[in-house]
């Protein structure tokens, strides 16, 4: 069974933030404006959908109306144990850049590794990693 895919609506700037996450976390990623799906419902240039598919999987789109961007109170995005030690602090570095760190990328008392950051976009993500014996 699949796992869920967030699905984000951004207000008029789902490219450069499906771009932003396609540079944290490579994969593939494939936009789709709203001309190309026939859709005047908003400018012809905004994504209708978005999807980043690789080691991390999310959708997105512009809200043609007066949507403000993400909103996550109260959830978060974790990437518990989806890198290894390497790959969860590039991650963690790239989300941070723009972004604010809720919660440095340490060592807890169960002895793995994991933080908390909010991104430029408004996303918080908790990553986290168990280090090698």
């Given amino acids: 069974m699949p796992a869920p895919v967030p699905y984000l609506h951004f207000a008029g700037d789902a490219d450069g933030a ?8 490579g994969g593939e ?16 240039h905004l994504v209708a959908h978005g ?5 991390v999987d999310l959708f997105g789109a512009d809200d043609p ?6 909103s996550t109170s109260g959830i978060m995005l974790a990437l518990l144990g989806a890198g290894d030690a390497e790959t969860s602090q590039r991650w963690f570095d ?3 850049a723009g972004g604010t760190v809720v919660d440095p990328l ?5 002895g793995d590794v994991d933080g908390q950051v909010t991104d430029r976009y408004g996303l918080t993500w908790l990553i986290g990693f168990s280090p090698a014996s």
Wanted: a positive charge; aromatic letters at 14%; hydrophobic letters at 40%.
């Fill in 65 to 70: 109306g007066d949507a403000a961007g993400p």
């Fill in 29 to 44: 990623l494939h936009l789709h404006t709203f001309a190309d799906f026939g859709r005047e419902d908003g400018p012809p």
């Fill in 94 to 96: 790239a989300l941070a």
């Fill in 18 to 25: 499906l771009r932003f996450y396609r540079s944290v976390f």
């Fill in 51 to 55: 999807e980043l598919r690789g080691p």
């Fill in 106 to 110: 340490q060592r807890r008392a169960w």
